[in-house]
């Protein structure tokens, strides 16, 4: 059976749409997941979203049994969670970090990300699009390898 993409989000993200729009947009996260079921081309794929830290932690774990890829927009966990980094380092799979804005071009307490210490690529500042960039490049690196 073919192993899904999973496509995690963190805290506040299911506000995405009426979220500091001039930051976030416009596009709503059911948008965001349909962009990457279109992206996915038939792969299936687990789309998910939590503000609780262990919730997002149980699906990296859930990942490492069933999934062939992580596409993870850890929101504010990215710059505080060395749980969720702990959890991605057992992933034996590509894990591509996401986040709508550029984070380097925020407030410095935006540019420390411990999810970049492990993900194998990390894409921000592309606004939702972002997502489906990340799902396609998912894609290439499974079947191309890094
Ligand atoms: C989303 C968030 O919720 C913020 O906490 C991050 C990230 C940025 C994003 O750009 O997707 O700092």
């Known amino acids: 059976m073919t192993k899904p993409i999973y ?10 749409g009426t979220r500091e729009p001039h930051l976030y947009g416009s596009t709503t996260l059911a948008e965001v997941e349909a962009m990457c079921r279109e ?3 038939g792969r299936p794929l687990e789309f998910r979203q939590s503000n609780r ?9 859930e990942a490492i049994d069933e999934g062939c ?11 505080t969670s060395m ?26 307490m935006y540019h420390r990300s ?16 972002g997502y489906a ?7 290439d690196l499974i079947a191309s390898g890094p």
């Open 7 to 16: 496509v995690l989000n963190g805290p506040n993200l299911n506000r995405l």
């Open 39 to 41: 992206a996915a081309g």
């Open 53 to 61: 830290e262990y919730e997002l932690i149980d699906w990296i774990h």
């Open 69 to 79: 890829a992580i596409v993870i927009n850890p929101a504010a966990f990215t710059f």
């Open 83 to 108: 749980a969720i980094l702990d959890a991605l380092k057992m992933f034996p799979g590509p894990v591509i970090e996401l986040h709508i804005t550029n984070i380097h071009r925020r407030e410095p």
């Open 114 to 129: 411990y999810v970049s210490l492990v993900a194998t690529a990390v894409i921000a500042g592309l606004g939702p699009r």
């Open 133 to 139: 960039v990340a799902v396609a490049a998912a894609l």
